[in-house]
C-alpha cells in the first residue's frame, strides 16, 4: 500500500498526535471510500463525534463529526481524516466499502447521524430497550415504538431457520444468532448483537483521565491489559510524554501474561467443542498456572488497573518473577506434549480441517486482526508495525498460516503460545530498573493509540481538555472479526458452528460498548 499523504487533502487539525487528522469535504470523503474499496488503504475504526465548538456569541455549540482512522500497512502509515456533519448526515463509507457497515449502524443508533448511501440502517446497538435515541447525539430523542427486527430474507426451496440466543446455556454472554440451512447445511448466518451496552463511551466523557483508564479496562475483561496500554498510549500521545523504560516493560510482560492465558483457554475450548474433552482440561489447568501466576506477580488474576496513563500502578517483586518462572518452565514442559497429542488425532484433525474458511481476499479487505487475520495470510501485529516500545528490543515473530480453516486458528494460537512464552523469558531477563510512571501534567488535544490484543489490534482515539475526558472511542478487534465468522459458516453443517464460533472467539462485550 501507498503512504496516505495522497489522500489527505483537507484541513489540517493542531494536537492531534502521533498521527495527523485531517477534515475533508464529502469529496474527498468518497474518494477514500474509494481507496478502501481498492484496497489503497485499511478501515482502523469509525465513529461518531459532538466536538465543542465557538458560536457567534462565544458560547459553545457542539457541531456533529465523524472521524475515520485508516492505516497503509506497508508503510506504517496512519492517519484520521474527519467529515463535518451539520445536516445530521455524511456519505456512506459502506456503500462502497462492506467492512464500514456495522461502523456506521452504531454511529447511528447512538449519534443520530445517518450515512447517505449506505447499504444497511438498520440500528445496530439501539435494539429498542434505551430510555432515549441517539444517547450520544447533541439532542437525545425520545425512544422509538419498539418494532420486530428485520432479518435479511432468504429464499429457496427446503429452507428452515434456527434462532440461537440471545439467552446461551452456561456462562456466555448474549447475542442473538439466525440460521437459515438446507437440511443441515448453513445458506446463512446473521448475527445481532448489542445485548451488553454498558454506556462506557458515556460514561467517560467528563471523567478525569483516571477514571477512564478504569473504564477502558474494563471494556472487556479478558483484554483489559490491552485496552489499558491502548487508552494509556493515546492519552500520553496528547500529553507527549512516554513511560519509564521499566514500566514499558512491565506493560509487554502482563500483556504477554494475557495473551498466553486465553490462547491456552481458546485451544482448549476449540478442543472440547470437537469433543475431545482431555485437551480441555489440560489446557484449562496452564490457563490456570497463568492466571495464578498474574495474581502473583501482579495481585490480579486479569491484571486490570495496572496499566495506568504514564506508566504502570504497581512492581514486580523478586518473588512474583520466580512464580512466573516456573510457570513457564511447567509450561513448556507440558504444551509441547498437548500439541503432539492435537496434531496426532484423527477425529480432531476431522473436524477442524477445512471448516470454517476464511479466505485470504475477506481478511485483507475486512482489516481482520489477531488470529482470525493471520490464520487467512494476513501478517499485520500492532508490536511491529506501527510498532511500540519494547517490542522494537525484543525478538519475536509472527506466525502466518494462508488455510484460513479452524485447524489454522489453531496453529497461530499454538505458535503464539510460544513466541509468548520466549517474549516472557526475555523479557524477565532484560527488565531494566527505574522509576514505574511519569507524572502527568495538564494537557488539551486529541490522541491515537494501538495496542496488539490476544485477538488483534485495539483502539483507543481521546479528546482531553485539562485532566478531563471530553471524547473516548474504544474499537475492539471483533468489529472487524463477527461479519467473517457470518461468511466462515456458510455451507458448513450447523453442527459445526460452536467449533467455528470458538475459533473466532469474538468479544460480545468489547463489541457492543
Given at each position: 500500500?501507498?503512504?496516505?499523504?495522497?489522500?489527505?487533502?483537507?484541513?489540517a487539525?493542531?494536537?492531534?498526535?502521533?498521527?495527523?487528522?485531517?477534515?475533508?469535504?464529502?469529496?474527498?470523503?468518497?474518494?477514500?471510500?474509494?481507496?478502501?474499496?481498492?484496497?489503497?488503504?485499511?478501515?482502523?475504526?469509525?465513529?461518531?463525534?459532538?466536538?465543542?465548538?465557538?458560536?457567534v456569541?462565544?458560547?459553545m455549540?457542539?457541531?456533529?463529526?465523524?472521524?475515520?482512522?485508516?492505516?497503509?500497512?506497508e508503510?506504517?502509515?496512519?492517519?484520521?481524516?474527519?467529515?463535518?456533519?451539520?445536516?445530521?448526515?455524511?456519505?456512506?463509507?459502506?456503500?462502497?466499502?462492506?467492512p464500514a457497515?456495522?461502523?456506521?449502524?452504531?454511529?447511528?443508533?447512538l449519534?443520530?447521524?445517518?450515512?447517505?448511501?449506505?447499504?444497511?440502517?438498520?440500528?445496530?446497538?439501539?435494539?429498542?430497550?434505551?430510555?432515549?435515541?441517539?444517547?450520544l447525539?447533541?439532542?437525545?430523542?425520545?425512544?422509538?415504538?419498539?418494532?420486530?427486527y428485520?432479518?435479511?430474507?432468504?429464499?429457496g426451496?427446503?429452507?428452515?431457520?434456527?434462532?440461537?440466543?440471545?439467552?446461551?446455556?452456561?456462562?456466555?454472554?448474549?447475542?442473538?444468532?439466525?440460521?437459515?440451512?438446507?437440511?443441515?447445511?448453513?445458506?446463512r448466518?446473521?448475527?445481532?448483537?448489542?445485548?451488553?451496552?454498558?454506556?462506557?463511551?458515556?460514561?467517560?466523557?467528563?471523567?478525569?483521565?483516571?477514571?477512564?483508564?478504569?473504564?477502558?479496562?474494563?471494556?472487556?475483561?479478558?483484554?483489559?491489559?490491552?485496552y489499558?496500554?491502548?487508552?494509556?498510549?493515546?492519552?500520553?500521545?496528547?500529553?507527549?510524554?512516554?513511560?519509564?523504560?521499566r514500566?514499558?516493560?512491565l506493560?509487554?510482560?502482563?500483556?504477554?501474561l494475557?495473551?498466553?492465558?486465553n490462547?491456552l483457554?481458546?485451544i482448549?475450548?476449540?478442543?472440547?467443542?470437537?469433543?475431545?474433552?482431555?485437551?480441555?482440561?489440560?489446557?484449562?489447568?496452564?490457563r490456570?498456572?497463568?492466571?495464578?501466576?498474574?495474581?502473583?506477580?501482579?495481585?490480579h488474576?486479569?491484571m486490570m488497573?495496572r496499566v495506568?496513563?504514564?506508566?504502570?500502578?504497581?512492581?514486580?517483586?523478586?518473588?512474583?518473577?520466580?512464580?512466573?518462572h516456573?510457570?513457564?518452565q511447567?509450561?513448556?514442559?507440558?504444551?509441547?506434549?498437548?500439541?503432539?497429542?492435537?496434531?496426532?488425532?484423527?477425529?480432531?484433525?476431522?473436524?477442524t480441517?477445512?471448516?470454517?474458511?476464511?479466505?485470504?481476499?475477506?481478511?485483507?479487505?475486512?482489516?481482520?486482526?489477531?488470529?482470525?487475520?493471520?490464520?487467512?495470510g494476513?501478517?499485520?501485529?500492532?508490536?511491529?508495525?506501527?510498532?511500540y516500545?519494547?517490542?522494537?528490543?525484543?525478538?519475536?515473530?509472527?506466525p502466518?498460516?494462508?488455510?484460513?480453516?479452524?485447524?489454522?486458528?489453531?496453529w497461530?494460537?499454538?505458535?503464539?503460545?510460544?513466541q509468548?512464552?520466549?517474549?516472557i523469558?526475555q523479557?524477565?531477563?532484560r527488565?531494566?530498573?527505574?522509576?514505574?510512571t511519569?507524572?502527568?501534567?495538564e494537557?488539551?488535544?486529541?490522541?491515537?493509540?494501538?495496542?496488539?490484543g490476544?485477538r488483534?489490534?485495539?483502539?483507543?482515539?481521546?479528546?482531553?481538555?485539562?485532566?478531563?475526558?471530553?471524547r473516548?472511542?474504544?474499537?475492539?478487534?471483533?468489529?472487524?472479526?463477527?461479519?467473517l465468522?457470518?461468511?466462515?459458516?456458510?455451507?458448513?453443517?450447523?453442527?459445526?458452528?460452536?467449533?467455528?464460533?470458538?475459533?473466532?472467539?469474538?468479544s460480545?462485550?468489547?463489541?457492543?460498548?
Amino acid at each position: 500500500m501507498p503512504p496516505l499523504a495522497d489522500l489527505l487533502k483537507g484541513t489540517a487539525v493542531e494536537a492531534h498526535r502521533p498521527w495527523p487528522r485531517v477534515v475533508v469535504t464529502h469529496a474527498v470523503w468518497r474518494e477514500i471510500a474509494h481507496a478502501l474499496a481498492q484496497g489503497r488503504a485499511t478501515l482502523l475504526g469509525l465513529w461518531g463525534d459532538q466536538a465543542a465548538a465557538p458560536a457567534v456569541h462565544k458560547s459553545m455549540v457542539h457541531k456533529p463529526i465523524v472521524h475515520m482512522a485508516i492505516m497503509s500497512e506497508e508503510a506504517c502509515d496512519i492517519a484520521v481524516v474527519s467529515i463535518d456533519c451539520p445536516a445530521g448526515s455524511f456519505p456512506s463509507i459502506g456503500a462502497e466499502h462492506p467492512p464500514a457497515i456495522r461502523l456506521e449502524r452504531a454511529i447511528f443508533s447512538l449519534f443520530g447521524l445517518e450515512p447517505i448511501g449506505a447499504p444497511d440502517k438498520r440500528p445496530w446497538l439501539d435494539l429498542g430497550f434505551w430510555d432515549v435515541q441517539y444517547p450520544l447525539g447533541a439532542r437525545a430523542a425520545a425512544p422509538a415504538t419498539r418494532t420486530a427486527y428485520a432479518f435479511l430474507p432468504v429464499e429457496g426451496e427446503s429452507l428452515h431457520q434456527i434462532p440461537v440466543g440471545p439467552v446461551h446455556a452456561g456462562i456466555i454472554e448474549p447475542g442473538h444468532f439466525r440460521f437459515t440451512a438446507g437440511g443441515e447445511t448453513v445458506a446463512r448466518l446473521e448475527q445481532r448483537l448489542g445485548y451488553v451496552h454498558k454506556g462506557i463511551e458515556s460514561l467517560m466523557a467528563g471523567a478525569t483521565v483516571e477514571r477512564a483508564a478504569q473504564l477502558a479496562a474494563r471494556t472487556c475483561g479478558d483484554s483489559t491489559v490491552a485496552y489499558g496500554i491502548a487508552f494509556a498510549r493515546a492519552v500520553e500521545a496528547v500529553l507527549q510524554i512516554e513511560p519509564p523504560v521499566r514500566a514499558a516493560y512491565l506493560r509487554a510482560l502482563m500483556a504477554e501474561l494475557e495473551r498466553l492465558a486465553n490462547h491456552l483457554g481458546d485451544i482448549g475450548a476449540i478442543c472440547n467443542d470437537a469433543s475431545f474433552a482431555l485437551m480441555h482440561a489440560h489446557c484449562g489447568i496452564l490457563r490456570e498456572r497463568v492466571l495464578r501466576a498474574a495474581d502473583a506477580a501482579f495481585g490480579h488474576r486479569l491484571m486490570m488497573d495496572r496499566v495506568v496513563p504514564g506508566g504502570v500502578a504497581g512492581d514486580l517483586d523478586p518473588a512474583g518473577a520466580a512464580t512466573i518462572h516456573e510457570a513457564l518452565q511447567d509450561i513448556r514442559r507440558r504444551f509441547s506434549r498437548l500439541v503432539e497429542l492435537y496434531d496426532n488425532t484423527a477425529s480432531l484433525q476431522d473436524r477442524t480441517v477445512a471448516s470454517g474458511i476464511v479466505t485470504a481476499d475477506l481478511a485483507r479487505q475486512f482489516g481482520a486482526g489477531g488470529y482470525v487475520g493471520r490464520a487467512s495470510g494476513r501478517n499485520f501485529d500492532a508490536r511491529r508495525t506501527p510498532g511500540y516500545a519494547p517490542y522494537d528490543q525484543l525478538d519475536f515473530s509472527v506466525p502466518v498460516f494462508t488455510a484460513g480453516d479452524v485447524d489454522a486458528r489453531v496453529w497461530v494460537r499454538i505458535r503464539e503460545v510460544e513466541q509468548s512464552l520466549a517474549l516472557i523469558e526475555q523479557i524477565l531477563a532484560r527488565l531494566p530498573q527505574g522509576p514505574l510512571t511519569m507524572p502527568l501534567a495538564e494537557g488539551a488535544g486529541e490522541g491515537l493509540g494501538l495496542a496488539e490484543g490476544f485477538r488483534g489490534d485495539v483502539l483507543a482515539w481521546v479528546r482531553l481538555d485539562g485532566m478531563r475526558v471530553e471524547r473516548c472511542h474504544l474499537r475492539d478487534p471483533s468489529w472487524f472479526q463477527w461479519p467473517l465468522l457470518e461468511a466462515a459458516i456458510e455451507g458448513n453443517i450447523v453442527a459445526d458452528f460452536p467449533l467455528c464460533n470458538k475459533s473466532f472467539n469474538c468479544s460480545y462485550s468489547g463489541h457492543d460498548l
